[in-house]
Nanobody, 122 residues
Framework: QVHPVESGGGLVQAGGSLRLSCVPS????????MGWFRQAPEKEREFVAA????????RYTDSVKGRFTISRDNAKNTVYLQMNSLKPDDTAVYFC???????????????WGQGTQVTVSS
């Protein structure tokens, strides 16, 4: 299996926007659910958002609801995370991963990418 490749991170001022992209391998992408996670310095990796293969099921952690939107383009084999109204607390390395389960539980995700750094300045 080829691991996913995340992109789109960068440095942005508070209140700004970024769009992250994740391109998994073909066999990984057809899995049921794709998720985004993040890990800030000296903190545990945490769930951010997830989407089912059809897009009908999505979940977000409370701190990003109303600001982040997860989507997927099956034709382009890509998962996106649109991040608006960014805050300094959103600063972290963002990862995407795949799961065969409709879940937000990090333990049930595998095939992790290397991550992309998002830094939000105040």
């Amino acid at each position: 299996q080829v691991h996913p490749v995340e992109s789109g991170g960068g440095l942005v001022q508070a209140g700004g926007s970024l769009r992250l992209s994740c391109v998994p391998s073909g066999s990984t992408f057809v899995r049921n659910v794709m998720g985004w996670f993040r890990q800030a310095p000296e903190k545990e990796r945490e769930f951010v958002a997830a989407i089912s293969r059809s897009g009908a099921w999505t979940r977000y952690t409370d701190s990003v609801k109303g600001r982040f939107t997860i989507s997927r383009d099956n034709a382009k084999n890509t998962v996106y995370l649109q991040m608006n109204s960014l805050k300094p607390d959103d600063t972290a390395v963002y990862f995407c991963a795949a799961s065969n389960h409709v879940t937000t539980a990090i333990i049930l995700y595998d095939y992790w990418g290397q991550g992309t750094q998002v830094t939000v300045s105040s």
